[in-house]
């Protein structure tokens, strides 16, 4: 398999309508219950970026620079090996120098030290990302005018912005709330908010979109991703 077919197999080319194209300054979230693969996801969607040249910040709360970076590792390998990569080493070498990965302790982290990092990284020409992805930060205890800020740094600096959130148990009648708890009413503030579901006596995941993009409605509101790779499949038991 060639670079540009796991372009092609990543789930956020679902995820991106025609209008999206030339609107970089939007808001994803990725929502599952605790161990179903939330991380993973942002990775993936991380990947795409990298694989299309684009340099990738993925900020950590609570979590490990090393445990972080394998990650990317670990779902690289994986990738490489289920879709037989050709020139896999030199891809991952040249990709990963794209990323920065930033971590804060859970109790350390603000959006104005978010800010402060992200503008000297820039400022010294280190990094000018096109993504982001924001693992482990806690919307149980938030401010909405956090999330306001960080819609508007993702104006400012022309920049995307996928964010994972826990959900609680019992997501399956939702009434017409387009995020289930703790997210539920900021629903607006995102341009895509999908839910990652195990499904029983099945090998796939179910990625439901519950909000997104005119693109959406070609593929329909659910995806099957593979719970190794995150990459789409078509062929789930």
Avoid at 32 to 37: D, E, F, I, K, L
Avoid at 45 to 71: C, E, F, P, R, Y
């Amino acid at each position: 398999m060639l670079k540009q077919e796991l372009i092609e197999k990543n789930p956020i080319r679902h995820l991106k309508g025609e209008s999206d194209a030339q609107e970089s300054s939007r808001m994803g979230l990725v929502m599952a219950r605790a161990g179903v693969g939330k991380t993973a996801l942002l990775v993936q969607i991380a990947m795409d970026s990298l694989l299309n040249d684009k340099q990738v910040v993925h900020v950590s709360v609570g979590q490990s620079l090393d445990k972080t970076k394998l990650w990317y590792d670990d779902m690289f390998k994986d990738i490489a090996e289920s879709c037989k990569l050709d020139k896999a080493g030199e891809i991952h070498d040249t990709i990963m120098r794209n990323r920065m990965i930033i971590t804060f302790n859970e109790s350390a982290f603000s959006l104005a030290k978010l800010e402060e990092r992200l503008h000297d990284l820039v400022q010294q020409n280190v990094i000018k990302p096109k993504c982001m992805v924001v693992d482990g930060f806690d919307f149980g205890k938030t401010d909405r005018a956090v999330l306001v800020g960080m819609r508007e740094m993702a104006k400012t600096m022309d920049l995307q912005i996928w964010f994972s959130a826990v959900c609680d148990e019992g997501t399956d009648n939702l009434g017409a709330a387009a995020a289930p708890a703790p997210c539920t009413g900021m629903e607006d503030l995102f341009n895509t908010v999908v839910l990652l579901q195990p499904v029983p006596k099945s090998d796939c995941l179910d990625l439901k979109v519950l909000k997104g993009s005119a693109a959406v409605s070609k593929c329909g509101k659910l995806l099957k991703l593979d719970p190794r790779t995150f990459m789409i499949r078509e062929d789930c038991k």
